[in-house]
């Protein structure tokens, strides 16, 4: 069925391309979906189906993940599933450029950096964990929209690290979303599909971000094979349940022994310890633990434990395991390896450190020597620039 529809043609984008865009005007009335039988005012139809020409927005190793299947399936002639893709990722103090910019020179797609978008002819864009507000004129840019890759179950966990807080929070079930990206918001737009999987116990989010990305991948894929059928039927996300997941922060790092617990403090070495290793403080330094491991009841049952009393952030060396054996509000943490000036074992540390520092006190209680809270002093809020905001 013919669908007529009163536009106003507003200037034409630059550069080549085999047809002009659509009006954004229709793309409101058509909920960002192109119907059969639309052509814009000067004519050009709008593309029903495949191939598309996709532009691609990433940049660390979730990302790389879709562009490699985006790039497998422009190769595959036989599906003619893409027929153009192009990359957009942001600059790096790397020489080598983030993961999506390495995979797009190797494999020579054309690739641009934010906020350079070029400015060829595109059909869709496709966002994987670019961390950048995409403005509404560039999304108005795209006949059928952007897609974006979300490694959560929206609208739990909208944000730039929803791998991250899976982890530390200890959700059993992960997922990813294919949605369509809205103006001015994070993850608010409707859901075209989505996927679970559960979260494997002690899993590290390194490992859950293998899982989601080869998972969230193939979704698109299959989004793209039907897409103007995929956005017609996408689904508002729920009033209820969201949360939100921030980026994490120095900070967040730093181990309260006094309020989490052995669980909270393993979960947080499992989210973030690949990013930022945990800290604390031990005699005015800061120290860094590398190398966490949970205790064996046998090392708890040992008399030099049990003969003394317990106050969170106490550290004991056990020389039959070789571990730091540190208290936490509930019960005890093991730690391998430490970084204090240099990376150091447990034993070395010992040596080095907490051996001669009970030489020197003698007098001393244990509990005197331990991990204390690191307190670090918020970052200084930025001063806002007046510039339009993009994704």
């Not at 450029?97 to 190797?106: D, E």
């Not at 996300?237 to 181990?255: D, L, N, R």
């Not at 571990?323 to 000036?341: A, E, F």
């Not at 447990?346 to 001669?356: E, I, K, M, R």
């Amino acid at each position: 069925m013919r669908v007529l529809v009163r536009c106003c043609c507003g200037p034409l984008p630059v550069g080549g391309g085999a047809g002009r865009r659509p009006n954004p005007r229709w793309r409101a009335l058509a909920r960002l979906s192109a119907a059969p039988g639309w052509e814009d005012c000067q004519g050009a139809r709008v593309r029903e189906k495949p191939p598309w020409r996709v532009l691609f927005f990433g940049t660390d190793q979730f990302s790389r993940e879709t562009l490699r299947a985006l790039h497998a399936a422009r190769e595959n002639k036989e599906e003619e599933l893409i027929e153009k893709l192009e990359v957009v990722t942001v600059p790096s103090p790397s020489p080598k450029g983030l993961p999506v910019k390495q995979y797009a020179v190797q494999s020579q797609l054309p690739v641009y950096e934010w906020p350079d978008v070029g400015s060829g002819e595109y059909d869709v864009g496709v966002v994987a964990s670019f961390g950048r507000l995409l403005s509404e004129a560039l999304i108005l840019k795209f006949p059928y929209g952007i897609l974006n890759v979300h490694p959560s179950c929206l609208p739990r966990w909208r944000g730039p690290a929803p791998i991250i807080h899976t982890i530390l929070h200890g959700d059993t079930v992960a997922g990813v979303t294919i949605m369509q990206i809205k103006p001015k918001r994070f993850d608010v737009g409707p859901i075209l599909k989505q996927e679970t999987v559960p979260v494997p116990p002690k899993s590290t989010s390194k490992e859950l971000e293998a899982v989601l990305s080869r998972l969230g991948a193939n979704m698109l894929i299959s989004v793209l094979k039907k897409l103007p059928e995929s956005l017609n039927n996408g689904r508002q996300q729920p009033a209820e349940g969201v949360t939100h997941a921030p980026k994490i922060s120095a900070a967040t790092s730093c181990i309260k022994w006094e309020e989490q617990t052995s669980e909270q403090i393993f979960r947080l070495y499992r989210a973030v310890g690949n990013i930022i290793p945990l800290q604390t403080l031990w005699m005015d330094n800061t120290i860094k633990l590398l190398d966490l491991v949970e205790v064996d009841s046998s090392i708890l049952s040992d008399s030099k434990l049990t003969g003394q009393a317990v106050i969170p952030g106490l550290v004991i060396y056990h020389k039959q395991s070789q571990i730091l054996l540190v208290c936490c509000k509930d019960d005890w943490i093991g730690v391998r390896s430490v970084m204090l000036k240099k990376t150091l074992t447990a034993t070395d540390f010992y040596n080095g450190y907490l051996h001669p520092w009970y030489q020197k006190n003698s007098q001393a209680q244990p509990s005197q020597c331990r991990f204390q809270t690191l307190r670090l002093p918020p970052k200084k809020k930025k001063q806002k620039k007046k510039i339009v905001a993009m994704q």
